[in-house]
């Protein structure tokens, strides 16, 4: 006989359960896992929601990172001479004033000529620009001089300078203008 203090405890005997019973504990352990994969698929979702937002919201800082960077380059050719058009108006300046002085001896317009020379080299080392002048006997540089003649019979070394006609400039190490140069024959 049991003992009526004592549960009924038919985990003991599992052929103890009514087929009720075992439908109604395989229907439960169904919608615990039912409950816990809704959960996790929720969970998921709302991770995918967030990246979703995270990825668009790259996107759009990508873009706009790139469109600031276009209107920085615009600017920066719309204006790249700015700085070295700012350093010839003193230039401008002296050239002006010096034609403005109709009664100046010729000393005076050749001293405020040099002056404004030395002032127009100065703007233009400022910004970079630098004579390519070749002293003679200087091997000859295709990338920077244009020979214009060859001179036979000198006593310089063939394929050398001989004289400059016309300097040449380099901006940043690029060649605006070549030298334009005699240079020696080979003998």
Not at 100 to 124: I, N, P, W
Not at 133 to 148: L, M, S, T, V
Request: proline share 6%; no cysteine; hydrophobic share 40%.
């Amino acid at each position: 006989m049991t003992d009526p203090t004592q549960p009924n405890d038919k985990s003991a005997e599992p052929s103890a359960y009514t087929p009720e019973e075992r439908e109604a504990a395989a229907f439960a352990t169904e919608a615990d896992v039912l409950a816990q994969t809704q959960a996790e698929l929720a969970s998921l979702k709302a991770k995918s929601a967030e990246l979703a937002d995270q990825f668009l919201r790259a996107k759009a800082e990508a873009e706009n990172a790139r469109r600031r960077a276009e209107d920085e380059i615009a600017k920066s050719r719309k204006f790249a001479v700015e700085g070295f058009a700012e350093s010839l108006l003193p230039v401008m300046d002296s050239l002006e004033t010096g034609l403005a002085h109709t009664d100046a001896t010729v000393a005076q317009v050749r001293e405020g000529a040099e002056a404004t020379l030395r002032q127009l080299k100065s703007a233009l080392e400022r910004n970079k620009v630098l004579q390519i002048n070749p002293a003679a006997g200087e091997k000859f540089d295709p990338h920077q001089h244009q020979a214009i003649s060859m001179v036979p019979g000198t006593a310089q070394e063939p394929n050398t300078v001989v004289s400059v006609l016309q300097k040449g400039y380099l901006i940043a190490d690029r060649v605006l203008r070549p030298a334009l140069v005699t240079v020696a024959a080979p003998q």
